[in-house]
């Protein structure tokens, strides 16, 4: 690991969290590239995104709890469902080979790229801009 | 009924790709349970706090979790999480989506040829 690729890490990782909590995610869209770019392969990659979105969305949740957006019990319900499918989705990671989880996350990053310009794009005559 | 769905949604999703599955289940809260846009944002953060947490479990079970690594990125990124959940109450945040959208296709680009 080279300085620059350490700086290029930690860069990479405040985006995702600025990421994070600008939309309510958890920031794996780029933790997981980053990785890949430390050396790991991809589902290394992919189980050590879930372990950094951790920190990532408690310090998210807090703040917004504080702000008061927080709807706790539908959170849960939500989470709780989830796991569930977290089984059936990492069988497939680990059944498939590598290099095709790699292409389709790589369509992935398109797609969301896509999806954040049109929720951006909605939402702007509902939010006129700030002073 | 319509969070259980949600909820198993982003469950895959999650652990297919790695990531929170913030991306389904934020459009999902706002469209399919009415949600409003910044509780959608707030809640789903919540929520991935239990998907990731079963995500950890299940690849660290097959080995793939690397806790150096992860404190590498993720620490930054709890406080990036902290500046991006305060800009989100006051900012229309068009200019820095733009940047994203720019910065994840780079990305995408770099991950096909590599």
């Known amino acids: ?131 | 009924m319509r969070l259980v769905a949600i909820g198993l949604v982003a469950g895959v999703f999650s652990a297919f790709f790695g990531v929170g599955g913030g991306i389904v289940a934020v459009p999902l809260l706002i469209l399919v349970a009415g949600l409003p846009e910044r509780a959608a944002t707030a809640t789903s953060l919540m929520a991935i706090a239990i998907t990731a947490t079963a995500g950890v479990v299940v690849y660290a079970y097959r080995g793939e979790v690397e806790l150096g690594y992860a404190a590498l990125v993720g620490l930054p990124a709890a406080a990036g999480a902290l500046a991006g959940s305060a800009w989100q109450q006051r900012i229309r945040a068009s200019t820095l989506t733009y940047g994203f959208a720019v910065l994840l296709s780079v990305l995408g680009v770099w991950l096909l040829a590599s």
């Open chain 1, 1 to 131: 690991m080279t300085a620059s690729t350490i700086v290029l890490a930690l860069v990479l990782g405040v985006a995702a969290g600025v990421l994070a909590g600008l939309f309510g995610v958890g920031g794996g869209i780029l933790f997981v590239p980053a990785l890949v770019a430390l050396g790991l392969g991809q589902i290394e990659a992919q189980g050590t995104s879930l372990l950094a979105i951790l920190p990532t969305v408690l310090a998210g949740t807090w703040n917004q709890r504080r702000y008061g957006n927080l709807r706790p019990r539908t959170a849960v319900v939500l989470g709780v469902a989830s796991i569930a499918g977290v089984e059936i989705g990492a069988r497939l990671a680990t059944a498939l080979p590598e290099a095709t989880v790699r292409r389709l996350f790589a369509l992935l990053l398109f797609a969301v790229a896509v999806h954040l310009v049109w929720r951006t794009r909605r939402q702007e005559p509902r939010y006129p801009e700030s002073p």
